[in-house]
């Protein structure tokens, strides 16, 4: 039997890095319009439904070939909001409404508009395998963690490395040879339905993985900027 494999695109209004970001036009067409390009490209997914709480969106979703059934409760479409949520209330009344009840979820970002839809079905592959309950998208570290610095302190602040907490390591010197490469979670996840019932979410124990070299997200603007270099 086919597959129910269903690729939900979260597409909530009022971000605060860069206003209205989803919908922000590059290379003449929405944002968020880029990967549901690239989901439809699939050899794997046959349901794409955008998760959104503007009626705005919704229809914007629809003009560019996705579903956009239900509206996202308020209540979940806040800027504290776990992803987790939102494709739980989903799964609900997909359930409920249409006894529809996907295999498997393929969770994609708005913002990174050019990932490619051969990536897509690579991670897809790893699940389909069996290999993996879950798998996702990295991308490897330019930087590696252990060379983080946070800001602590109340009216006099000062830096500190942000793993060990020992501000004489910041001057010292450290031999990246010898640390293990660090990985970044890029755009998509992908998981079984089950995943999320037992964990409460998108990823299992053992998680699968390929890997692509950077990809832009777009938080801000610079980022969006970034992203119309990349276009031309």
Request: hydrophobic share 35%; glycine share 4%; proline share 4%.
């Amino acid at each position: 039997m086919k597959k129910k494999i269903l690729a939900v695109i979260g597409l909530r209004s009022g971000s605060k890095g860069l206003k209205n970001k989803n919908i922000k036009l590059l290379g003449g067409i929405p944002l968020f319009a880029h990967i549901i390009k690239s989901a439809k490209k699939s050899k794997f997914i046959n349901r794409l439904i955008v998760s959104t709480d503007s009626k705005r969106y919704q229809k914007l979703a629809k003009k560019w070939g996705a579903e956009s059934p239900y509206l996202r409760p308020k209540k979940i479409a806040k800027d504290s909001s776990q992803e987790i949520d939102f494709i739980k209330d989903l799964l609900k009344k997909l359930n409920k409404e249409e006894n529809y009840n996907p295999d498997i979820i393929v969770r994609l970002l708005a913002t990174c508009p050019f990932q490619k839809s051969a990536d897509i079905d690579l991670v897809i592959k790893k699940v389909l395998s069996n290999a993996y309950d879950s798998a996702v998208i990295v991308s490897k570290y330019k930087q590696h963690p252990e060379k983080a610095l946070k800001i602590i302190g109340g009216k006099k602040k000062y830096l500190t490395p942000y793993i060990s907490n020992n501000p004489l390591k910041i001057g010292s010197k450290l031999n990246r040879q010898k640390f293990k490469n660090a990985y970044f979670r890029s755009n998509v996840i992908v998981c079984k339905r089950f995943v999320i019932k037992k964990y409460n979410s998108l990823t299992s124990k053992k998680v699968g993985f390929i890997i692509i070299p950077h990809t832009i997200d777009v938080d801000d603007k610079s980022d969006f900027d970034l992203a119309k270099l990349y276009l031309k």
